[in-house]
């Protein structure tokens, strides 16, 4: 029997999607031990885990290195994939905002020709 792989992001995302999991009955104990492993298993289950970079996670959903991926929507929204989101989590809420100083204010009231840096440039559009 092959194994269900999940793609978790690094971090409070995995933390969260883990804990969200186990109150279900899908464990991974080896998970939970301080390492520096990046891929773990629930043979029992069937199950394999491994952790990559919020940005990485959908390519390896897309390209079939992982069955399911959990990762935040602005990066679904911004990666552009060719990928679904089957369901919403409802945790791991972010909130985008314009920051600047202040004289810059009168620019953007009047002005078409501005620049923003940004890691999201698909969702600033």
């Known amino acids: ?19 969200l ?12 031990e301080k ?4 891929i773990f298993t629930n ?3 069937k199950l394999k885990f491994f952790l990559a ?26 990666e552009k994939r060719n990928l679904c989101e089957v369901l919403d ?4 809420k972010c909130r985008f905002a314009v920051a600047g100083k202040e004289e810059i204010r009168e620019k953007l009231e009047k002005s078409n020709d501005l620049r923003v840096a940004t ?3 698909n969702i600033a559009k």
């Open 89 to 92: 989590l409802e945790f791991g």
């Open 21 to 32: 999991l186990e109150e279900i009955g899908i464990t991974c104990d080896e998970m939970k």
């Open 53 to 78: 970079k919020a940005t990485d996670v959908p390519t390896y959903v897309e390209y079939g290195a992982a069955d399911i991926g959990i990762i935040g929507k602005d990066t679904l929204l911004e």
């Open 43 to 45: 043979e029992k289950l």
């Open 119 to 121: 890691k999201y440039p």
């Open 1 to 19: 029997m092959e194994y269900l792989t999940f793609a978790l992001a690094k971090g409070r995302l995995a933390d969260s999607t883990m804990e």
């Open 35 to 38: 390492s520096r492993k990046l």
